[in-house]
Structure formats: structure tokens, C-alpha cells
């Protein structure tokens, strides 16, 4: 079934989470948080990898997480969110729409795929985006299905800062899927400090592409933009 929650701040820890899974050939419920009442700001914190997730090991297809909240989401701690898929379902999407999106300290947004299923799609439709201190979007696959794709629709700006920081697309070693593409259309892009925007295939699948569309540029210390492939057919 699906799951509804109106709250404005969440503690995640450990092996405790959030999830709306199928483990067989029926799909999974969606999961939708946003803040309880009248309150503008929804606030979820995780510890020692805790996690929200709407995935499939099975035939069933991956159910969906959207998050809303009318002003600020802020995502702190050692945690995911994440759509993936095992089987040969296809995952779910995610789907994040604020005014301001903040993810700091290690935070994980996930789709990926280990099974013949697709990875779900990553969209957030913001006017801020800032990511920190190790916090990233990832749209991965280590086998036969597809990576998803992210889109940032950003009326204002990015801002990425930190290592480990950044937006990812890949394929690993010995896949055959192909990665996703990074769409971003903000204003204001700037990365500093060791963060990126990548798209990586490692496997024989099609890389992904990167297209960024902004009025004002910065990347600073040993910040980057890359697209790389190591196989021929990548």
C-alpha cells in the first residue's frame, strides 16, 4: 500500500527507516512526506545509515518517493533516500519539490540498479540547491538495466562544496546497462572544494550526458564538470 506521512521533522538511525518495498510481483506503494499542518519546513535527519526507500528485488515495479515541503527540505547525517531495484522491476522515481533544498553532511539521493530492472529517475524542482560536506545525488547501474536520469529544475541557483560532493551518473565495471543523463538549468551554478558533476561509464553500456544550461558559472579548488568512459563501446 501506500504511505502518507505529515510531519515536519523525522530521526532516521540505523537499521530503522522508511520504506514501501515489493519483494514479489505485485508493486510497491508510494511514500510521501511533507510537513505536518501548516508548517513550511520539513527537516529529516539520519544516523548510522538509516534510510527511506521505494525499491523491488522482484518482478513487481518500485514504488515512488516524493518529498514536498513549500519552503525549506533540509537532509542531514549518514543516510539515503534511495528508488533501487534488484529484480527485474523498474524502480521508482523521486521526486523533491521545495523552494530551498539542502543536503549536507553525507547524504545519499539514490537510483540505482544491480538487476535487469531500470533505475528510477531523480527530479528536483527547487529555486536553491545546495549540497555539502558529502552529500549527493547518484543515478547508478552495476548490471543489465538502466541508470536513471536526474533533472534539477532550479529557478535560482546550485551550489555544491565539499568533496565526495556532487551529482553522479555511472556504470560500473562488467554492467551493460547504460548511465543516466544530468539535466541542470539554474541561474547560478557554482562548485568549490573538491565537488562535481559527473557522468562515468566503466561498463560496456552508453555513458550519459551532462547538459547544463547557466547564466553565471563558477568552479573553484579543484572543483569539476567531467564525462568519462574507459570501454569502447561506453
Known amino acids: 500500500g501506500n504511505i502518507s506521512l505529515f510531519t515536519s521533522a523525522i530521526d532516521i538511525s540505523g537499521k530503522l527507516g522508511i520504506f514501501a518495498e515489493t519483494n514479489s510481483t505485485a508493486p510497491a506503494g508510494s511514500l510521501k512526506i511533507q510537513p505536518y499542518n501548516s508548517d513550511r519546513n520539513l527537516s529529516i535527519e539520519f544516523q548510522n545509515n538509516g534510510f527511506i526507500s521505494a525499491s523491488t528485488t522482484a518482478i513487481g515495479n518500485g514504488g515512488s518517493i516524493s518529498l514536498n515541503?513549500?519552503?525549506?527540505?533540509?537532509?542531514?547525517?549518514?543516510?539515503?533516500?534511495?528508488?533501487?531495484?534488484s529484480g527485474s522491476?523498474?524502480?521508482?522515481?523521486?521526486?523533491i519539490t521545495t523552494a530551498h533544498l539542502n543536503a549536507?553532511?553525507?547524504?545519499?539521493?539514490?537510483?540505482?540498479?544491480?538487476?535487469q530492472g531500470a533505475a528510477g529517475h531523480i527530479t528536483v524542482k527547487t529555486q536553491i540547491i545546495s549540497l555539502e560536506s558529502g552529500s549527493s545525488l547518484q543515478s547508478n547501474t552495476t548490471a543489465q538495466g538502466?541508470?536513471?536520469?536526474?533533472?534539477?529544475?532550479?529557478?535560482?541557483?546550485?551550489?555544491?562544496?565539499?568533496?565526495?560532493?556532487?551529482?553522479?551518473?555511472?556504470?560500473?565495471?562488467?554492467?551493460?546497462?547504460?548511465?543516466?543523463?544530468?539535466?541542470?538549468?539554474?541561474?547560478?551554478?557554482?562548485?568549490?572544494?573538491?565537488a562535481g558533476?559527473?557522468?562515468?561509464?566503466?561498463?560496456?553500456?552508453?555513458?550519459?550526458?551532462?547538459?547544463?544550461?547557466?547564466?553565471?558559472?563558477?568552479?573553484?579548488?579543484?572543483?569539476?564538470?567531467?564525462?568519462?568512459?574507459?570501454?569502447?563501446?561506453?
Open 104 to 115: 549536507q553532511d553525507g547524504v545519499t539521493i539514490s537510483a540505482k540498479t544491480t538487476g
Open 89 to 95: 522491476g523498474h524502480a521508482g522515481s523521486i521526486d
Open 197 to 234: 558533476i559527473a557522468v562515468n561509464s566503466l561498463g560496456s553500456g552508453t555513458g550519459g550526458n551532462i547538459t547544463l544550461s547557466a547564466g553565471n558559472l563558477t568552479l573553484g579548488n579543484n572543483a569539476f564538470i567531467s564525462a568519462l568512459t574507459r570501454s569502447s563501446s561506453g
Open 69 to 85: 515541503a513549500p519552503e525549506t527540505i533540509r537532509l542531514t547525517g549518514q543516510g539515503k533516500i534511495a528508488v533501487e531495484t
Open 146 to 194: 538502466n541508470a536513471g536520469d536526474i533533472t534539477l529544475i532550479a529557478t535560482d541557483s546550485l551550489f555544491l562544496t565539499g568533496q565526495k560532493t556532487g551529482i553522479f551518473s555511472s556504470t560500473e565495471d562488467g554492467s551493460t546497462g547504460n548511465a543516466g543523463n544530468i539535466a541542470i538549468d539554474p541561474a547560478i551554478v557554482d562548485i568549490r572544494d573538491g
